[in-house]
């Protein structure tokens, strides 16, 4: 028996020169697929998993050391992710973020979205307002898998701010 009569795309390969390396199975009836071929899928099947975003909606407020609703103070998003806030955009120590401020009430939300590729467990958020000290939180995401639109991936971030110990800040 021919090897190419058996394996036909083999017997193709080989005539071109290219070096394989063969992983048979009896009863299979998976296709092989070329080096190059198998390489790029794997690869995209990787990237695809590390690339799918997640995200969550963060809802929260700031209040002063003795309670009392903080407005129009800034909320601030940092690392792999973008954050979609009645925003401009800040630069700070040599990168821009987006930020947003609280309303009447103390209150804010927003929707976190980690960036594309990224495989980071959260992100960090800051509260500051003129006269009083910055206030810093780790967010983490509520799951690997959760989208913004899931009541399961709902957050809630409360800031407490104190005064500042320069009452120029």
Known sequence: ???SSVFPRLGRVLAAGSA???????DSTSTPMAPTEATASAKSATSGAAAAPVSATVRGSVVDSTNRVLANVNIEC???VHCTLPDYQ?????HE???GKTDANGAFEIVATSLPGTSSTGFLMNANGQGYEVQWQQVT?????CSSDQPRCNLTVNFRLNPASDPAQ
Do not use: E, Y
């Open 20 to 26: 394989v390396l063969i992983l048979a199975a009896c």
């Open 90 to 94: 800040v630069s700070a120590d040599g």
């Open 1 to 3: 028996m021919r090897m």
């Open 141 to 145: 995401w509520p799951g690997p898998a």
């Open 78 to 80: 940092l690392g792999d």
């Open 97 to 99: 973020h987006r930020a």
